[in-house]
């Protein structure tokens, strides 16, 4: 028997059909060892010796290996084909050796692009070994990434109080994001003028020309930045006589794109699909690994982690036979198209990202996806076939104009465009991030030189330059490829760790720095400016790159890096607090204090008039305090869920008064985020922000609302007792009497009503509900009385609806909704759930009851057993205090 190891479990299970007798495949789980998230577990004192251990859950999955291997005719690794692959394989190979189970057998390592059966027979027949250099690289970037995550994080948490972590490549994309914050915040628009003249060809067709030149001087887009020159020119142009000076159409071409990268893929379904990085990668594994076709399972796409460009000679050629097919002879190139990287350090000789099989067409391979996975299957299939279609033939043509005002001459043009042959534009154009007119696309009308214009209107039109916008994920990722920051396999989690630790946040689809990771990023740029420049993480890039390629020894890219880092960090042991607040205060100077509009200090402290606000750091915190302090006690906060702690101390924004008591709402940050407060004194009523509020959103109104809570919203069916819904320390609740019961996130506590809240406490009485399909608590609809007594609920569960009595649960049939099932259903099925569940040990199996046998099935004994209530999953512990970036990073595991 040969044993084959992969990562995951539908992997194990698609390559296993191909292989067939003789094969056992096994699936590893992704990585088995990591490093200890410990201090120590990289030792540059012991030439950077690194301490690796069996994660608790991998231990049994190692065991499974290693009872396989013992005997076994030989080992094969066939893990991704790169880097973190190479390393898994590398580590399942060193805890066999550990056990000692090896002994004499052969191990090979195969990879392969796609998981087809010609595919992975074709890798069977061209084994390999582990490639040391792949290996090596590997070592490389997770003891750098733990490094600077241990070394450096811990400098944040003594200097900069509420600050998560740090990491390589998580504080360079953090910077890039706060970088254009600062732009947009500094940003001064400029005002400008466009004058456009609508005008009608002989033939009375019209279109529209700029002005673009007066007298011989050539006028630009800025040019203009006065009202009273626009109206001046305004004025001749309406007494203007206008004739076609020039008219010029040139043939011109437009290329299509190559085929998908990682980078390319994450781009294009986050502005197509409104996919996240993290979702698309999710949703790109099902389909490497394979999906059930008509009861075949097969890999539908190549590995998707991958900056190369290229395709196999075999997928170019079923993708010529696909357009030809399809679109006709028309559409295909004479020869085929051949794309390669602009990138300098692409990772690896890997294929572009395309379907394993041109000819399965999206339409007829959809029915057996999920709706994510059929669109994002499209938008990879087009984009291939639209990469080897011709290219599209288009026609530019560009009119000048002659404007006459007695001893004035004007000058204006008119641009358009036509599409003389769509080619790939038939199938494919690329989405964009920023949408703007483009008059280019314009069609204009028949003309030529000597013809005699008339003019319809004239439109001076005041315009303000914009700062650059927000990036978006899919900008993001752009502008960290173009940097050569991180690699294909890195993107979506480092934007998830940013999201996570509360640096930046998501509206309208765009990346808005939080104060907190302004405050980090302006720590770093002051103390460690040289480990946030980008061409220093990119260089780190290419350095990981050379080692890969057996350039240079692993190990002395870690002995220059650390000579430098350790020196920085040891240099940070005396830093004073005024020091921070000095360089903080400077960066973020105009972000914290922002240009008055009647141009007065803005660090003027408002209530004494005489010292100058400042950044100050607290045990909880950053907020803005007085230099007169303590005779001047004026503080404000920095910005919502800045503090990680207790209540800060600092004072928040004034909301205004309440009406009833005539005290002070404010808004403040606290140990579990930002919270409104009611007056002063020892005990002020407060009541903290439902999470996911944006701190803008809250207003005087809002605020008096969360205050007056708990309300009561509904009476108890059975006690009479009142049911309230209020806010606590787990978020929303509703409760009654000493049961409390979490309102789900489509449920707005100010606003639910009575029926919804019964509903939640009657499925918690019952111990109704333990998980819903999103993991938490489910709330039950009522159905009636058990006939032995106690209510009958049904409930959306995790595999599907369900209906229960006490401790029985019953699946419903597939087909019936949760939201039709009647009481007398229901009993049926629970008296079916109820006779066939086995009974548990040392205890006999209780009848069902005869009666109710009788009510539920008419007389009649149903044989039919419902499925097996779903285990509930183990509860995640949650984390005291966030690690360094280079204590968790993001490990690669089977979807």
Known sequence: MKVVVVESPAKAKTINKYLGPGYEVIASFGHIRDLPPKDGSVDP????????????KASKRVSEIASAVKGSERLILATDPDREGEAISWHILEALKARRVLKDTPIERVTFNAITKDAVKEAMANPRQIDQALVDAYLARRALDYLVGFRLSPVLWRKLPGARSAGRVQSVALRLVCDREREIETFVAREYWSLIATLATPANALFEARLVGADGRKITRLDIGKGEEAEAFKRDLEAARFTVASVEAKPAKRH????????????????????APARTMQVAQRLYEGVDIGGETVGLITYMRTDGVDMAPEAIASARRTIEKEYGGRYLPS?????????????????????????????????????????????????????????????????????????????????????????????????????????????????????????????????????????SEASLVKRMEELGIGRPSTYASTLAVLKDREYVRIEKK????????????????????????????????????????????WKEVLRQFWKDFSAAIDGTKELRVSEVLDALNEIMGPHIFPPKADGGDP????????????????????FIGCSNYPECKYTRQLSAGSGDGEASPIDGGLLGKDPATGLDVTLRDGRFGAYVQLGEGEKPKRQTIPKGTPRDAVDLEFALSLLSLPREVAKHPTTGEPILAGIGRFGPYVQHGKTYANIGKDDDVLTIGGNRAIDLIVAKESGAGRFSRGGGAAAGRALGEHPEGGPVTVHDGRYGPYVKHGSVNATLPKGMAGDAVTLEQALELIAARAASAPAKKGVK????????????AGEKATKDKAPAKPKAPAKAKAPARAKPDGAAPAKRKAS
């Open 603 to 622: 660090r003027l402290c408002p209530t004494c008039h005489s010292g100058q606000l400042s950044l100050k750091l607290g045990k909880f915190g950053a």
């Open 45 to 56: 004192e012991q030439d950077f010796a690194m301490l690796w251990e069996i994660e608790s």
């Open 335 to 471: 020869v085929p198209r051949k794309y390669t990287t602009k990138q300098k350090n692409a990772q690896e000789a890997h294929e572009a990202v395309r379907p394993t099989d041109m000819g399965r067409l999206p339409k007829n391979v959809a029915r057996y996806l999920e709706p994510e996975q059929a669109r994002l299957y499209e938008l990879i299939w087009i984009r291939t076939l639209a990469s080897q279609m011709e290219s599209a033939e288009l026609e530019r043509t560009t009119v000048d104009i002659t404007a006459t005002a007695g001893g004035k001459r004007l000058e204006l043009r008119a641009t358009g465009q036509v599409v003389k042959f769509d080619g790939f534009l038939k199938l494919y154009q690329e989405g964009k991030d920023d949408e703007g007119d483009d008059e280019d696309s314009r069609r204009l009308p028949p003309m030529q030189a000597g013809d005699d214009l008339r003019k319809e209107k004239i439109d001076a039109t005041q315009h303000f330059t914009e700062p650059p916008p927000r990036y």
């Open 510 to 553: 765009r990346l808005h720095a939080e104060d907190k990771g302004m405050l980090v990023t302006a720590f770093l740029e002051s103390f460690f400016d040289r480990y946030v420049e980008y061409d220093f993480t990119a260089s780190l890039e290419g350095d990981l790159d050379r080692i890969s390629n057996h350039e240079i020894d």
């Open 256 to 275: 299509p794109y190559p085929p998908f990268t990682t980078s390319t893929l994450q781009q294009e379904a986050s502005r197509k699909l409104g996919m």
């Open 845 to 856: 199996k209780a009848a069902a009851s005869k009666s109710t046998a009788k009510k539920a």
